[in-house]
């Protein structure tokens, strides 16, 4: 089976740096995926690791360690418009499906 | 492209009722993903299709619900009779292998109460 597990909640500052956790445990287990939802709208796509490592977007980057099952989120410069839900979602060999994390709310303040 | 559409955006209905939502997915997508959120249960897969085959549909629920894919631009999810703990936000998602990053392109999503 699969299972991702983050925090419920974080708050950060403006400005601020912020990074959201995600452990998994799932057999056959290839890719690691982060969407973000804000709150009345669909998830949308942030970024994905196949390989270990960091994999960086502008001001969001995400990290994988396959060896510890375990990935993150970093939200760099944090703004008030990042204040969302955000999922990290598992790929398993063989599937094309994705399996959601629990969702972490980050709230923003100034 | 217009995204992926789905429709209607909110339905609301009696218990017992059946609900129709329907889905267009991007044009050249070939995966096509049914998806219900609730506050309780977080987002679940209910069903995907591979070429409008449905590959996996250990998600859905009961056999209230039921979905089908015609053909590669539309797909319909179904549920008859409908019961209250339906209510949740139903989404529809199409992704293509071939971008590399396995992205899943998420309609805007149907708002169902069910009353």
């Known amino acids: 089976g699969q299972s991702l597990e983050q925090p419920s909640e974080v708050t950060a500052v403006e400005g601020a740096i912020v990074q959201i956790n995600c452990t998994y445990q799932t057999s056959g287990f290839y890719g690691l995926s982060w969407y973000q939802q804000h709150d009345g709208g669909a998830p949308t796509f942030l970024s994905y690791?196949?390989?270990?490592g960091l994999e960086e977007t502008g001001r969001f980057s995400s990290f994988l360690s396959r060896s510890d099952s375990y990935g993150y989120l970093l939200l760099q410069e944090l703004q008030m418009k990042d204040s969302a839900s955000y999922f990290c979602a598992g790929y398993q060999t063989g599937a094309n499906n994705l399996f959601f994390g629990t969702g972490t709310r980050l709230t923003v303040i100034p | 492209d217009a995204g992926v559409i789905q429709s209607p955006r909110h339905e609301v209905t009696e218990m017992g009722q059946e609900v129709t939502l329907r889905c267009k997915p991007i044009s050249g997508h070939d995966y096509l993903f049914w998806y219900r959120q609730t506050m309780m249960r977080g987002l679940e897969l209910l069903i995907y299709f591979n070429n409008n085959v449905p590959i996996d549909d250990s998600g859905m629920p009961e056999d209230r619900f039921s979905a089908k894919m015609p053909n590669a631009s539309f797909s319909t999810l179904k549920i008859q009779p409908s019961e209250p703990r339906d209510s949740a936000v139903y989404f529809c998602?199409?992704?293509?292998?071939?971008?590399?990053?396995?992205?899943?392109?998420f309609g805007a999503g149907t708002r169902l109460s069910v009353l």
């Open positions: 998602a199409s992704s293509s292998p071939w971008t590399g990053k396995n992205i899943q392109y």
């Open positions: 690791n196949a390989l270990d």
